[in-house]
């Protein structure tokens, strides 16, 4: 399978719950990012991830908690999370970090808290 | 900051019908300029780029190009398909990778038959 691959597709949780997202890239690159799409907003960048070392946290609240054990992989940690935290949660992968790269986008996580 | 600003819609066209949907930015620096699409339940695909003032980018019978002195990035497309219906998304990237994207608020197009 080539591209972004995400998983779960969807997920509900409660704000006790504690789970996790998963990204993995099939596509050689060295970057790979979060974000958050909510409805009537842009989308909003979370974490970035270069050659495993997070360079940017956008003020994410600590409830969401990242991981990128290699270039291929990334998690997002979920806990404590609250209602207005349901989203689409998007990864996405580019060969470098020059603003010329575009980024290549998975298809997203569904998450919803109760 | 940087800002991408695109009309939001919802767009309702026939098909056949030409395509036009306007965005304006503002950044720091000499930003790179993308148009992604998005269909319902999955995520987004890039559509088309430019990296420098007067590049065309074009895929798909889609087209925009870099204006620098508007600082736009307006998307054209000459006669829409029902297949097309879709968020589209103008985003920008000024700062290299590590400030990720700024997209705008997407552009909700439906075509009908």
Known sequence: ?114 | GDSVTQMEGPVTLSEEAFLTINCTYTATGYPSLFWYVQYPGEGLQLLLKATKADDKGSNKGFEATYRKETTSFHLEKGSVQVSDSAVYFCALNSGGGADGLTFGKGTHLIIQP
């Not at chain 1, 996790?20 to 099939?26: G, M, N, P, Y």
């Not at chain 1, 970090?97 to 998450?111: A, S």
Request: glycine content about 6%; proline content about 6%; charged content about 20%.
């Open chain 1, 1 to 114: 399978e080539t591209g972004v691959t995400q998983t779960p597709r969807h997920l509900v949780m409660g704000m006790t719950n504690k789970k996790s997202l998963k990204c993995e890239q099939h596509l050689g690159h060295n970057a790979m990012y979060w974000y958050k799409q909510s409805a009537k907003k842009p989308l909003e960048l979370m974490f970035v991830y270069n050659f495993k070392e997070q360079t940017e946290n956008n003020s994410v609240p600590s409830r969401f908690s990242p991981e990128c054990p290699n270039s291929s992989h990334l998690f997002l940690h979920l806990h404590t999370l609250q209602p207005e935290d349901s989203a689409l949660y998007l990864c996405a992968s580019s060969q470098g970090m020059e603003n010329n790269q575009p980024q290549h986008f998975g298809d997203g996580t569904r998450l919803s808290i109760l």
